[in-house]
């Protein structure tokens, strides 16, 4: 068994990371509401359009990015008498 640190990542330099490891975490803003995510549609066309200019932001020097696809999760709630909940995953390309 090996011992591993854990640290928030949110506190640490986003640009730094990005550059020495190659993933990085950046403050994103929308102009998508919450019942907008039910339009596929909307998605590909405004929402990862939004995601790759946040990135191409992000990672200074890049000139082309491209979201390959998405993933919604709809969480549906059993009969109002259960508390049983169940995750549905939507998955498509962006392009």
Do not use: W
């Amino acid at each position: 068994m090996r011992l591993v640190k854990i640290r928030n990542a949110r506190l640490r330099n986003a640009h730094d990371s990005l550059n020495r490891r190659g993933f990085g975490l950046f403050p994103f803003s929308t102009s998508m509401v919450y019942t907008d995510y039910e339009d596929t549609v909307k998605v590909k066309e405004q929402y990862c359009a939004e995601i790759a200019n946040a990135v191409k932001e992000a990672a200074h020097g890049a000139r082309y990015t491209r979201v390959l696809d998405f993933s919604v999760r709809v969480i549906f709630r059993c009969s109002s008498r259960s508390s049983c909940l169940t995750t549905l995953t939507i998955a498509s390309p962006c392009h």
